[in-house]
């Protein structure tokens, strides 16, 4: 396998604040779309918003279960497009994006070119958009409205919103890292296209037959290998830099240089602990540092490159 063929997806780190903007977008789209949606699908139907107040019950339902259904629809139609955008050029791939039950501690995953989203990364979170929603609409509520009425009377609250920011910083985050990290492999993949035998995956399963138990020797692999190094090492980055509130070169401004290497140091024994403090252990977390490090470095010339502060829209 060569090695550049799976390190050389990791400026896709770079992306990370662009995606993590757009999708916002996603979320305030569906912020305006939801009302409608639900008065379309509740649209006959007698609702008593004062008495036993079902009303309200059978309208958060409804609003729970549309804006799930728009978020899946609006994030998978913009993460099959940005990956397809930074893929096809080099590698003449598509790449689909679905969202499905994935084991508890899966975040994504990527096969054949479709990026897979766990549901919990949307539902997890979901209180926050529907709360939302729900507190604009009960907010403008008068007496003996209707929900046509009520629906009328609805203001999409902006992205500054308490729960909107909370779903930013709990699910948007999440979402753009996982995706950053599955692109990462998806590029791998393509790059290994041309071989009558691709062998993208080989590493780990050369010596690591299934996820079955997932013991201390799976983990320590699965963290050393080729593959995962590079999709970490993009995913890392961009949550130190969320963990750190760095956002623009400004922000790197006032950290020095090895207070940000002790972040990165220790970002990385916080989450790839099953690696060793042996000789070939160190050699790996060197590899991550390394490859850390070169996503950090694309990102600022990223960022000096559009001359712009990422904090603005």
Known sequence: MIIRDLFEAVDYAKHYYQIKDQTMQVVKGVL????QAVLAELKGQVLDFEGDGSGWTKLRDAVEKTSRRLLIRDLSKLYSH???????????????????????????????????????????????????????????YSGGD????????????????????RFEMLSTQKLVSYFLHELVHARQDAMQQHRAEP???????????GHGDRDADWHRGY???PQEIAAFATQFVTEFLEDMYISSPEDLGYINSE?????????????????PDTTEGKKVKARYLKQMYQA??????????????????
Not at 115 to 128: A, P, V
Not at 199 to 209: G, N, P
Not at 259 to 275: D, E, P, Q
């Open 32 to 35: 305006e779309e939801v009302p």
């Open 223 to 225: 963290y050393s290998s």
């Open 199 to 209: 062998e993208y995956r080989s590493y780990i399963d050369r010596k690591f037959t």
């Open 146 to 165: 209707d929900l046509a009425e009520i629906i009328s009377n609805y203001s999409a609250p902006g992205l500054d919103d308490f729960y909107v920011e």
């Open 259 to 275: 207070y940000i290497h002790r972040g990165l140091v220790r970002k990385l024994n916080n989450v790839v602990s099953h690696i």
């Open 82 to 140: 940005i990956a397809s955008q930074l893929l096809s050029p080099v590698t003449g791939k598509k790449v689909e994006i679905k969202f499905t039950k994935l084991d508890d501690h899966t975040g994504a995953q990527y096969h054949n070119f479709t990026i897979f989203f766990n549901m919990d990364t949307i539902d997890t979170r979901q209180y926050d958009i529907t709360q939302t929603i729900m507190e604009s609409l009960m907010n403008n």
């Open 296 to 313: 950090l470095m694309h990102i600022i010339d990223d960022w000096k490159n559009s001359g712009k502060n990422t904090n603005q829209s």
